[in-house]
Each structure stands twice: as structure tokens, then as C-alpha cells.
């Protein structure tokens, strides 16, 4: 394959091109009658004169000789001009050849010199291109981050592992058991990966876009010691992006967390939130109470030089979440939702101004919601 240089000529005039050569030894055989013959017109000349003419006899699964030739069109067959005439093995490697072209890039700086067996081993062994990547990873590593949509295709891919892991988290106790004595508490382990990816809270938490105060850090001290200066901490500190950014808190739980008191009915038909529930909304009344009487109702970015920009976040009755339990612990032992419980804490959630209640089922829906939806475009 040539370097690739600028056509100058034809309706590809201004595009990128390249000329692939194949080399040939023609080994004349004599034909068989019984050989079936199929013929095609690959071009005819403007004047009608001659045509190039391509003929195949095959058999099941191979073909067996390949010719073309330059053809009078006045029907006189004894001025055949031979253009080429391969054999079995030779037509092979002329169609393995003309299969890879499609996967031949148009642009090039350099010339290519491809062999036989590279195609043979591509074409026969569906494992090849992971064989060729083990071999040269550096070079593919290059080709994808030369690659515009490669970014895409990376991140889609670890987005998928991520909300595959904390469904994992939800239906495997072993995985989540061994996940949460590494990170030193259940709460720790949700903790860390929500850190680490971010995304997961921006698009899970309710109808605007999230995004964490800090890049580096989602857990921060909002009052005292605090974000306006050198406390209060919250699990997450997000601002909603868009003209005018506001405020947003968030406190992390785990999703074995009850969501009500299982000791028994309140009254009948009457299901309390359980102690960790309602402490976790206090303490995210409390937060964001704090926060918006020790902080200014309006916290302008500044530049790594102190230079005050333009933009800022505004801290107004800023919203808060809850991200705790799960909604099975809503069901019987035969997987139906318990009408009780289910209205109690729908009921108590939906008249909470502040904070919202997320739980952790419903945060992970919305992540394989997002990674599936990307996934189509």
C-alpha cells in the first residue's frame, strides 16, 4: 500500500487516496470442459469497442480459476487479450485481498507492506484481531487514541462495568461484604465509588444535570472550616450546571439501611421510618440550615490566582437528597409489594420538601438507563 496523497483528478478530486498493489507469478494451466464458466462485463470502453471481462469457475466453497480478459466487442474471439488468469491458491489471496480493503485506511503517511499469511490469519480465525492486539498493543492503544470516537466508546464501555457492579452490590451480599470491609464501612464503599464516578449522581438525582463542586472530591466540610474558605461535612457537595448554578447536597447511606421500623406497625396499617432514616434527614435539614447561615447566598468561582470570574454558584434554599436502602425491603417473602408499607413511605417521602429520598435501587435504574440510552445512539 502507497503513502496517501491528495487526488487531483475525477469526482474524488481534494480526498485522500492510496494505491494497493498485489503481485502475482501467473501459472498457466490448461482448462477442463467440465469446468462451469461464470462471466461478468467489468467495463466497456466509451467507444464500445472493447470490454474487460471477468470470468470465474467455481466449486462448492472455493473458486477454482479466475481470468479477465480484454474482449472485442464485434464477437471475434480469436483476438482475446489475457489481462490475468490466476489459479486456485492465487484467486484466494486476490479476494482475501479485496475483503481487506474495506479495512484499509484511505489515509497513510507511510507505505504498508502487508503478506499473504497476515490476511490468511485475519480471515480464517475469528480470534485474529485479539491475537494481533497481544502482539502489538502499543500500536493499537495509538490507532484509538488517534481515533475521534474511540473516547466514546471507552468511557461507554466503563460506565456499563460500573452500573454492572452496583447492581452486583445490590443482588450479591458476598461481593458488597468483601467491597465494604476494603473501604472500611458499607456507607465508605458507596461512598468511594459514587467519588469516582461522578456522573452517576449527575444524572441520577432528579431532572437537571449535577455536577460535583469539586473535580477532585465529592465529600465537603459546608460549614466552619468550609468550601467558602480555609464543620459541617456532606457526602456529596454538587452545584447544577446551566446560565445559573446552584447549590446541592446530598447525603450517602448504603442500601441495607431500612427504610422503615420493622419492629412493628406504628398503628395499623401505619409504618414509621426507621431511626436511620429519619436521622439522615435531619442531619440533611441540618447541613444544608448551616450552610446557608455561615455561607453567602452567592459564592463567585475564583481563578488558582485569586481573580474573582464571572461565574458562581447560587446557595438559595438549595435542594437536598437522602440515597438510602432499597425498595424490595418494601415485599413479602413472595416478592409482592406490602400495601402498608409501601404507602407509608411513599406517603412520607412525597411530602418531604426537603431533602428528597433516592433510594439506591432506584439510583442504579437511572444509571442503566443513561449507559443503555448512550449505548443506542
Not at 444535570?209 to 459546608?222: F, G, I, M, P
Request: hydrophobic share 35%; with cysteine.
Amino acid at each position: 500500500m502507497s503513502s496517501s496523497f491528495m487526488t487531483r483528478f475525477s469526482q474524488d478530486e481534494g480526498y485522500p487516496s492510496r494505491y494497493i498493489y498485489r503481485v502475482f507469478d501467473e501459472i498457466p494451466t490448461d482448462d477442463e470442459d467440465d469446468w462451469d464458466w461464470t462471466s461478468e462485463v467489468v467495463y466497456t470502453t466509451p467507444g464500445g469497442r472493447k470490454q474487460l471481462q471477468l470470468q470465474v469457475a467455481r466449486t462448492e466453497g472455493a473458486v477454482r480459476k479466475l481470468k479477465i480478459q480484454k474482449v472485442p466487442t464485434n464477437g471475434d474471439r480469436t483476438r482475446l487479450e489475457k489481462v490475468l488468469e490466476l489459479n486456485r491458491e492465487q484467486a484466494t489471496r486476490l479476494i482475501e485481498m479485496l475483503r481487506a480493503v474495506d479495512g484499509i485506511p484511505v489515509e497513510g503517511g507511510e507505505s504498508v507492506r502487508v503478506d499473504d499469511q497476515l490476511l490468511r490469519d485475519i480471515f480464517a480465525d475469528p480470534s485474529a484481531v485479539e491475537n494481533m492486539y497481544s502482539q502489538y498493543p502499543n500500536r493499537f492503544r495509538e490507532l484509538i487514541e488517534n481515533d475521534a470516537e474511540a473516547d466514546d466508546v471507552i468511557a461507554l464501555k466503563h460506565r456499563r462495568s460500573v452500573v454492572d457492579q452496583m447492581r452486583r452490590w445490590l443482588e450479591n451480599e458476598e461481593e458488597f461484604n468483601a467491597a465494604a470491609a476494603k473501604s472500611n464501612g458499607p456507607e465508605r464503599a458507596w461512598q468511594e465509588l459514587l467519588e469516582n464516578n461522578p456522573w452517576i449522581l449527575g444524572v441520577g438525582l432528579g431532572g437537571k444535570l449535577y455536577t460535583s463542586w469539586d473535580k477532585r472530591k465529592l465529600e465537603q466540610d459546608v460549614t466552619g472550616r468550609s468550601v467558602k474558605g480555609v464543620g459541617k461535612r456532606v457526602d456529596a457537595l454538587l452545584r447544577t450546571t446551566g446560565l445559573i448554578s446552584s447549590l446541592t447536597f446530598a447525603e450517602i447511606k448504603h442500601h441495607r439501611t431500612q427504610l422503615l421500623d420493622k419492629k412493628g406497625d406504628y398503628r395499623a396499617g401505619c409504618w414509621k421510618p426507621s431511626d436511620e432514616v429519619a436521622g439522615a434527614v435531619v442531619q440533611a435539614q441540618q447541613t444544608a440550615h448551616l450552610a446557608c447561615s455561615s455561607l453567602d447566598e452567592y459564592l463567585p468561582d475564583t481563578s488558582s490566582e485569586g481573580e474573582r470570574l464571572p461565574s458562581g454558584t447560587f446557595l438559595l434554599r438549595p435542594r437536598s437528597f437522602v440515597i438510602v436502602g432499597t425498595l424490595n425491603q418494601l415485599t413479602g417473602s413472595e416478592g409482592g409489594a406490602v400495601l402498608d408499607q409501601v404507602r407509608s413511605f411513599e406517603l412520607f417521602r412525597r411530602n418531604l420538601s426537603e431533602p428528597e429520598i433516592i433510594t439506591f435501587d432506584e439510583l442504579v435504574a437511572r444509571a442503566e438507563w443513561h449507559v443503555e440510552s448512550a449505548a443506542q445512539k
